[in-house]
């Protein structure tokens, strides 16, 4: 069975300042996705990013990148200038190409940006 | 585009009751997932379906069920309702099986 990890419950930053969240996770597949999730007050779980296992290269979406390292199984999240409105829970998540299409979640980041 | 909607937004039922949420699909995708979020549990896989057919479940007991409409739509019933079901209950839809989820803004059903 695959696990995912958080190992940080809460982390609190300033304004356009960057931060980092971690993720590792458990699997003995090949393929599949990784994602982060973010889920603000209103509580609408929101995608932030994906990766597909068998990319090398990083994705990227705006202030958002992930630092993928398949054979550490490490999986972290780089906000770049953060502001206000990147307060939010986080979650990274993994799914299997094949098989279940079943989202595996962390226990989630709480992230505050401070003014 | 409109995103996933979800009905109700919130639920309040008592305990041994059933009760039935709604999910509508981003417009085109055909497969559809139910979560369960808890604050002990986390986020829960409750089931999956495609093409009217449920193709996954997670370890919930039977008063757990879902289905899927023809045109992509699905409903997902609790009968029997326990204090432990409170919970908010999310749907996510995708284009194809093993794609990318969209979540919509959820249920919260809480059980007196």
């Known amino acids: 069975a695959q696990t995912v990890t958080q190992s940080q419950p809460e982390m609190s930053v300033q304004e356009a300042e960057t931060v980092t969240l971690s993720c590792t996770y458990d699997?003995?597949?090949?393929?599949?996705?990784l994602f982060w999730y973010k889920q603000p007050p209103s509580r609408q779980m929101i995608l932030v990013i994906r990766q597909e296992a068998y990319k090398q290269q990083n994705a990227t979406e705006n202030r958002f990148s992930v630092n993928f390292q398949k054979a550490a199984k490490s999986f972290s999240l780089k906000i770049s200038d953060s502001q206000l409105g990147d307060t939010a829970m986080y979650f990274c998540?993994?799914?299997?190409?094949?098989?279940?299409?079943?989202?595996?979640f962390g226990q989630g980041t709480r992230l505050t940006i401070n003014p | 585009k409109a995103g996933v909607t979800q009905t109700p937004r919130y639920l309040i039922k008592t305990r041994g009751q059933q009760v039935t949420l709604s999910c509508s699909p981003i417009?085109?995708?055909?497969?559809v997932s139910w979560y369960q979020q808890t604050p002990g549990q986390g986020l829960q896989f409750l089931f999956e379906y495609f093409s009217e057919t449920q193709r996954n479940k997670g370890n919930f007991p039977g008063r757990f069920s879902g289905r899927q409409f023809s045109n992509s739509r699905s409903e997902m019933n609790v009968s029997t309702l326990e204090l432990g079901d409170s919970a908010l209950y999310l749907c996510?839809?995708?284009?194809?099986?093993?794609?990318?989820?969209?979540f919509g803004p959820g249920t919260r059903l809480l059980v007196l």
């Open positions: 417009s085109g995708h055909r497969s």
């Open positions: 998540a993994f799914m299997k190409q094949k098989g279940a299409q079943k989202l595996v």
């Open positions: 699997t003995s597949e090949s393929n599949y996705y």
């Open positions: 996510a839809s995708s284009l194809e099986r093993l794609e990318t989820q969209y």
